[in-house]
């Protein structure tokens, strides 16, 4: 039978020599410096929505007691890796946002370099400084790059690990996955995927080689198996202190038993394939690396430029499948950072594909690190997280001001919902410099309010805020099948504006601010004038 002819299809694992300029400390450093800069108004911020519910409080804990579980708030799972990073930044640098959010930048240039390294081991330096300076700038990874949340972290040890996967250095990547793993435990999600491909690829055994592993990688798939020892440690010690491997009931329920539904499923795996593709300008590269595809490879030297080796575009592959499939079945809110090990790769694929056939790549890839910068500013036209843009900083801002208003009265007590409540009684997450007593309700809809307005006596004054990001005109707002399904599977609700909220609690507003379509207001009842 006589041989297939060879074609240009692949380049050589690491075949690019290596230069000073992209040496992983000198990286770290550089996009540690840029960060920095880039972050520096937003470095004194107080904590934000999650980082204030419970990755600061269970870092707080660590650092005052030394307990890995978190003593202030319910244990929700999370290993303890990233916590014990900003407990001890804190305990050499002292207690401050500035601490915590310097920490958190040293993660995303850590996560950065990992990326490059990545990225250069598949394609070329080229390449890999496009990806980086994109995915930067991506609002998602910008956003989360200073906040004190675990995933941006996982994604950054899972890049480290498959440059080694790529590189075949088994024990470092079992190393960086098992880093990952204890920065979060889906992050488990990168090697079992692989081992899993492994397995079949062996088993299947695919007439085309190309899309196969190295045989090397093949035999030593259990290398892959290594990451979940510690995060099984991690379990038997969360289950023996508090009798629980999953973290407490009510998180398991959210998290996974409340999202197993064959309706659910499909409709979260449609929002995870947006977020991947289209969400905050993405969907522009998406679209220009498959127009690319039409075009024939540019010539280098008399050469074609070479594709990312197909064994190589089928691995990263296999991890953002598994990553999309995964967290449409998990996760009760389908949050875009929960998907950051993922969509770098997604941007590795497109600026590839554009570096390969489009004659003028670097000037698409401009265009659309502009794009990102814009998305990073202003709101898209669709419900999003406020996480996921600099929106997080109006929220913090018109918070921090309105909690200035409230203490006028320190002796107040204020009804509302979380996470003001928790701002208002916290000192330490940085909005009051003494607590409030605090009554709290889920939420501004109707029926929260109405039964807080049967209880007025216990609470002087209303803090009132947009929990839920709403456009001002919202695709699909006259479907109501489909916001009956929101409600259902997503959490979705729509608050009652403020004006309605005073009317409904019998108060006065006296203060009120809108920024970028989000609102806040207090609504005194008695004891507070404006």
Not at 143 to 155: C, E, F, G, R, Y
Not at 215 to 236: D, E, M, N, S
Not at 297 to 305: E, L, T
Request: charged residues 15%.
């Amino acid at each position: 039978m006589a041989a297939r002819p060879q074609t240009q299809l692949v380049v050589k694992t690491g075949s690019e020599p290596a230069s000073p300029a992209t040496q992983p400390l000198l990286l770290f450093v550089l996009f540690f410096a840029g960060l920095i800069l880039l972050h520096a108004p937003l470095l004194r911020l107080p904590y934000f929505w999650d980082e204030a519910g419970y990755y600061v409080p269970a870092a707080r804990d660590l650092y005052l007691s030394g307990s890995p579980i978190p003593q202030s708030t319910l244990s929700n799972l999370h290993p303890p890796l990233v916590m014990a990073w900003l407990a001890l930044a804190w305990r050499l640098f002292g207690y401050s946002t500035l601490v915590t959010r310097t920490s958190m930048l040293a993660l995303a240039a850590f996560s950065l370099a990992g990326l490059f390294r990545l990225a250069r081991t598949a394609a070329n330096s080229q390449v890999a400084w496009a990806v980086v300076v994109l995915t930067a700038l991506y609002p998602v990874f910008f956003a989360q790059s200073s906040l004190a949340q675990v995933d941006l972290a996982a994604a950054g040890f899972t890049f480290w690990a498959l440059a080694d996967y790529l590189r075949d250095r088994p024990w470092k990547q079992a190393l960086w996955f098992s880093l990952a793993a204890l920065a979060k435990e889906t992050a488990i999600i990168a090697p079992a995927a692989l081992f899993l491909w492994q397995i079949i690829t062996v088993v299947v055994r695919d007439r085309r080689e190309e899309l196969l592993p190295p045989k090397t990688r093949r035999t030593r798939a259990f290398h892959l198996l290594i990451p979940v020892v510690p995060l099984v440690c991690w379990f038997g010690y969360h289950y023996a202190k508090t009798g629980f491997v999953l973290g407490n009931p009510d998180f398991l329920h959210y998290n996974l038993l409340a999202t197993l539904n064959p309706l659910r499923i499909p409709l979260a795996f449609v929002m995870r394939l947006w977020q991947a593709f289209g969400y905050f300008g993405l969907y522009v590269l998406s679209l220009a690396a498959l127009l690319a595809m039409f075009l024939r490879p540019q010539i280098d030297n008399g050469d074609a430029r070479p594709r990312i080796a197909i064994w190589q575009q089928a691995a990263l592959a296999v991890v953002s499948l598994a990553y999309l499939l995964f967290m449409s079945a998990v996760g009760g809110a389908v949050l875009a950072r929960y998907l950051l090990p993922a969509t770098p790769l997604v941007i590795l694929a497109a600026v590839a594909t554009l570096w390969r056939r489009a004659r003028y790549w670097k000037l698409i890839v401009g265009a659309i690190a502009i794009i990102f910068v814009v998305g990073l500013f202003s709101n898209p036209p669709y419900g999003f997280s406020l996480e996921d843009n600099l929106a997080y900083r109006d929220y913090v801002v018109m918070h921090v001001e309105a909690a200035q208003f409230l203490a006028r009265d320190p002796n107040a007590r204020v009804l509302t919902a979380w996470p003001a409540s928790d701002e208002l009684t916290w000192p330490w997450l940085g909005y009051v410099a003494r607590r409030f007593r605090v009554v709290r309700i889920e939420d501004f809809t109707g029926d929260e309010v109405e039964r807080a307005s049967a209880a007025r006596s216990q609470y002087d004054v209303a803090l009132v805020f947009s929990t839920k990001y709403r456009p001002r005109r919202e695709f699909f707002e006259n479907w109501a099948a489909w916001q009956r399904t929101k409600e259902k599977f997503f959490g979705y609700h729509r608050d009652l504006l403020p004006d309605d909220i005073a009317r409904q609690l019998g108060g006065k507003i006296v203060y009120h601010k809108e920024v970028n379509g989000q609102w806040i207001a207090v609504i005194g009842l008695e004891g507070l004038q404006k």
